[in-house]
């Protein structure tokens, strides 16, 4: 039954992948057709991100009167929910008020399954976790590719993601009966170590680690939503194609992350987190080098395979570095500072887009990752037990 509730875990993760890039995919065609301008792709997601942020800060919440397999199928739902309301609509402020529901619905699956895969499975599993996020994140982008080479609109392609969405809430439903159990007894231990955010801001090490997934999550945010416009406006590929090629983004994320289960087990944490910083900024150099559209897809593929093991890594050293019974606290306020960064840095990039130029696109990437690592350095030096 254990191996059983993991495969499930698994395809949860995927479902909360797949709708991730789609806006991103489809927004070259979308900004058009809602005449609006090509920044405005940063309200929807900052929409979505605050939704993520408040489903996330309430997720401690209800999987303790809920439980995590309730918590998780409710979310699952409300997401296919608003991604049929997605396919459906015809103007910008209709996708915005959709764009509710599929954040706090995101959010909470996000923060509870992360918090139950760290409680009660090996710490491979927490990169394979993340593995099944971006197959469901590199699905995402040919599926909406296929519905745009197709003719059959971007509207269609959210609806094939609804309707994936939809028989994976059905699988969690019929599951129910295997999260009860250990997952009580796994609440009721985050519940004894609760802290308030005062507390935890306290805790050497904490406002570093926020950083970090700060930057983090809007390299990865920024990235799914832009390389997509940045090679239509700028590299002047087709839409379809772009939306492909932004794809590869994602596949390099999974690919990584398939990889990264097996080499943490010979690498520390730190180094597997270095690792991928390096490679992002070779992804980066590739990017901004001269040359077809083949070295421009090298450089997302690169910087995809370097976020790879950043997000899992810092994750898993968490109770090291801060200890086991105060790092689900910290957990916490990593999510939510993943989210704040996922909420503001797309946007700016978005201003940037329309005001400077779309081409500065690897350049905002390298500086995140810059604060990034400095933040990771500072990091190691106030939480080194070594």
Request: net charge positive; aromatic share 10%.
């Amino acid at each position: 039954m254990t191996h059983l509730l993991l495969l499930i875990i698994y395809l949860a993760f995927i479902s909360l992948g797949l709708p991730d890039a789609l806006l991103g995919s489809a927004w070259p065609t979308m900004y058009t057709e809602f005449h609006v301008p090509v920044s405005c792709a940063g309200i929807v997601s900052m929409i979505i991100a605050l939704g993520t942020i408040i489903s996330s800060l309430q997720s401690d919440r209800l999987t303790r009167k809920l439980g995590t397999g309730k918590v998780t199928a409710i979310s699952v739902a409300v997401t296919a929910a608003a991604l049929l309301g997605f396919s459906f609509t015809h103007s910008f402020w209709m996708l915005c008020l959709w764009a509710v529901p599929y954040g706090l619905g995101a959010g909470s699956v996000d923060a509870s399954l992360n918090n139950y895969v760290a409680l009660h499975y090996k710490s491979q599993h927490m990169s394979w976790l993340h593995c099944m996020w971006g197959v469901g994140a590199a699905i995402g982008p040919y599926i909406m590719g296929y519905a745009l080479a197709g003719e059959k609109g971007w509207n269609s392609g959210y609806l094939y993601i609804s309707v994936l969405q939809m028989l994976l809430t059905g699988i969690l439903i019929l599951s129910l009966p295997l999260w009860k159990g250990k997952g009580n007894r796994a609440e009721e231990a985050v519940r004894n170590k609760a802290l308030t955010l005062p507390e935890i801001l306290r805790i050497c090490g904490a406002k570093e680690v926020m950083l970090c997934f700060f930057c983090y999550c809007a390299i990865e945010q920024t990235a799914g939503l832009w390389a997509s416009s940045y090679l239509t406006l700028y590299k002047n590929v087709p839409a379809g194609t772009a939306a492909r090629f932004a794809g590869m983004f994602f596949i390099g994320i999974t690919v990584g992350r398939a990889i990264n289960g097996f080499i943490a087990m010979k690498l520390s944490d730190t180094q597997m987190i270095r690792l991928g910083q390096g490679i992002i900024a070779a992804g980066v150099i590739v990017m901004i080098l001269p040359g077809p559209q083949e070295v421009t897809l090298a450089g997302l593929i690169l910087i995809g395979l370097g976020c790879a093991p950043v997000y899992p890594c810092i994750i898993h050293s968490t109770p090291a570095r801060f200890g086991a019974e105060r790092s689900q606290a910290v957990i916490g306020v990593q999510m939510a500072s993943a989210y704040v960064g996922t909420c503001l840095m797309p946007p700016v990039f978005g201003m940037i887009a329309e005001h400077v130029s779309v081409a500065l696109f690897p350049l905002y990437i390298f500086a995140l990752l810059v604060l990034m690592i400095i933040m990771h350095e500072l990091l190691i030096r106030r939480t080194s037990h070594e």
